[in-house]
């Protein structure tokens, strides 16, 4: 109620200077004394531009330098080189033509501000400067797009034969995560096999997911291709790992994939910053509901050898959950029961 009272207030009292503002300027304009007031105003409005600029410009710059240690966190992937150099490119050439127009922006409403004696110069068209200001900024964009446009091919394109699959899947507040064991092939899903004790819709009368199992951890080897496979159950989700300079949306019914080669095990970053605690993690950047930012998974990268001993010692969901193996036929069955 008092919140009520005291917005009213506020408007009733913006409506009172707004109209005292109004009736001055009536004023003013039948004793003629109007232009004097324009050109005055137009002298506070020239400052102010330049104040903002002044003030706003310093505002970015000290944030910028504030917070530059996020901007170039430390790169854990192969590719990550390669998008953090594009990145770089980018900044610098569109930075410069920002920082030029936006000075320039500020700059000329002070310089050309209303004089009463002075008279606007009558330049109606140029050719030669409007195809220079056309073409030079075509070129550049074009050699940022087409640059861009290789890497990102390159980074996109088929997963090499021996790469490692992880599989991702996204939900209303988790991840969940399924290796193919030791066939590297994921078994087939389907989401109307989903349960409570089958999360990620596992087809276990496919042989392929027999050996499939989970983790809490998405342990990944270091120096090798590792291939996500992303999907989704609910909404749109994304999986971004910024370390590994990794960001793919997960979508429901229509899988993604993102493959990429680590380059430092977790061991070798937590030494480089100084910082026992430090883990790789997996966020989710797709605003998918209330619980969001608790869409959290770590990434512990190791070396290849230790990467195989922990494959090995993985209990298959079969393993885990015998009842799974109902109702599936008796010769895939066997195999469960051949690899227990
Ligand atoms: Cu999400």
């Not at 970015?60 to 992937?77: G, R, T």
């Not at 008279?119 to 964009?141: C, Q, S």
């Amino acid at each position: 109620m008092y919140g009520f009272l005291i917005a009213v207030g506020v408007l009733l009292l913006l409506s009172i200077i707004w109209m005292v503002y109004r009736i001055q300027t009536l004023v003013s304009v039948v004793k003629g004394s109007d232009k004097k007031i324009a050109s005055s105003s137009n002298k506070i409005n020239a400052i102010l531009f330049v104040v903002f600029l002044v003030a706003v410009g310093g505002l970015m710059f000290w944030y910028s330098i504030k917070e530059f240690d996020n901007y170039q966190l430390p790169i854990a992937s192969e590719h990550g080189v390669v998008t953090d150099q594009l990145f770089w490119i980018t900044m610098a050439v569109t930075g410069v033509v920002f920082l030029i127009t936006h000075v320039l922006l500020f700059i000329f409403p002070y310089k050309y501000q209303y004089k009463e004696n002075r008279k606007a110069t009558f330049y109606p068209d140029n050719n030669k400067l409007e195809i220079i200001w056309t073409v030079v900024p075509g070129i550049v964009l074009a050699g940022l797009v087409i640059s861009g446009w290789m890497a990102w091919s390159d980074i996109t394109a088929p997963a090499p034969e021996n790469a490692h699959v992880v599989e991702i899947m996204g939900y209303q507040f988790a991840w969940d995560i399924r290796y193919p064991g030791k066939d590297n092939i994921l078994g087939d899903y389907d989401y109307r096999l989903t349960t409570a004790q089958n999360g990620m819709g596992v087809d276990f009368s496919d042989k392929n997911a027999i050996d499939d199992f989970s983790s809490p951890v998405v342990v990944i080897p270091k120096g090798e291709p590792v291939l996500f496979k992303i999907r989704a159950r609910d909404v749109l989700h994304s999986v971004f790992a910024p370390h590994m300079r990794l960001k793919m949306d997960a979508v429901p019914g229509m899988p993604t994939r993102f493959w990429f080669v680590p380059t430092k095990t977790t061991a070798e970053m937590r030494e480089e910053l100084g910082n026992p605690e430090f883990n790789y993690e997996i966020a989710c950047t797709e605003i998918c509901g209330q619980g969001h930012n608790s869409m959290r998974r770590v990434i512990e990268v190791v070396e290849p050898a230790e990467y195989q001993k922990w494959v090995s010692e993985q209990k298959t969901f079969i393993q885990t959950n015998p009842a799974l193996a109902d109702g599936i036929e008796v010769e895939v069955k066997e195999v469960a029961d051949i690899q227990k």
